[in-house]
């Protein structure tokens, strides 16, 4: 079957029959995308850039390679089709009756020109752009570079979007040794920039003194090196699982890596807030859609902020309150727990429900512009559940066994077609269970 005929299928909803040609086909392309991936990094280092790892110190050359090997790659089965086959009047996710604040849709990981030479667009068409959309704020994340956060346009824009401030800081760059890895600080306070000429253990120091939130960004994008430490450092609170479109920059951005990666690190018992990130560079690399950053409002995070504010953005990350979902227009997943069985809902993505004697705790996902869609509930033990969305504003039941004094956590993956990670539209943090 041809990937039109696929694609064809996919949107016309007759996914059960479909699901296991699919499956077939999506690995063919997934395969030759891998392969087609590597291929393009290793030409792109040929031409004299660090591809990817820093794409700071990409040549013109470079550029040119690694965008003609991009518009190489095969398609992914449904990841170009899903905004257009999910995208509903979702509306805006109502809070928790029991919790003072709201849920914000805010724009992530994004870069503006001049202070990130890779991109292209300035800051005040990105303002605007982001404004039109409708989103509630954005984080601006230069790299290595304070200099948006200075300007006339940011402080101007403050009435309509949050602001909330931030940096991508990459390691080693003026000393030509290996990129460790992109650092996310959100809500980097100050004007000058952090030291570039340090490893990240170096950098830690500094970006904690100045109260960013550090997220280890695209950790498997190549060159980056994160996941090589034995112990990701515990100052580092959060991981980017969602950089670029899902499927479309899977071959680069590796987001499905990431994401059992951060996994993998929740069954340890560390408590990670999994982020999204644009990784926006502007309308230039519009032209190359499997790139991350080719759209700043895919993904966009949605995060519960008690305070409408940028220090509540940063606050409502670093307490884990954040789902993933792929574009602004997309469905919505959000998770709550009723700890108390009395119908209040009080906890939501990021709590930590503490249990005195074996039970169940009460879940549910509220999925809006969901209809036709499937939740898939994960924990200690793996995926947990499977359920079809059968509403545009649904609530869709989960039963969590709490055992006091183990650590276990429930979070939520909403997905096109149950089992197929390709088809992600949104996904949540965990509640917590111990
Ligand atoms: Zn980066
Ligand atoms: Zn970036």
Redesign the pocket.
Known sequence: MGLSAVADRLLKGVAKKATSAVAADSKQVVQAADKAAEGLAASGRAAGGKLAG??LELSSKAVATLAGAARALPDPPAGAALDAATAAAAGRMPAPATRTGEWLTVANHLHTTPYSPDANEPEADLIQRLEKAGVDGMILTD?NSMGGTLTPEWQAAESKLIMTPGM?W?ALRETGMTVQG?AGLIGLTGTTNIPTNATIDEMIPFAKARNAFIVA??PY?DGNAWATRPVLQPEVGGVEVWNGQWALSDPISHNAQALSWWDSMLKQGRHLTAVGGS?FHGDWWTKFPRLPGSSPVKPVDLLFASEHSPEGVKQAIADGHVSVESSDTAAKIVLEADPKHDGSWSAIQGDDINVAQDGTIPMRAHVLGGKGLTVEFYGKAGQVGSYPVMTDDAYVPYSAVGVPNVKDYVRAELKQHPGQWWSMTALTNPIYVN
């Open positions: 820093d794409s790299h991508e990459g992109h960004n695209h994008l990784d």
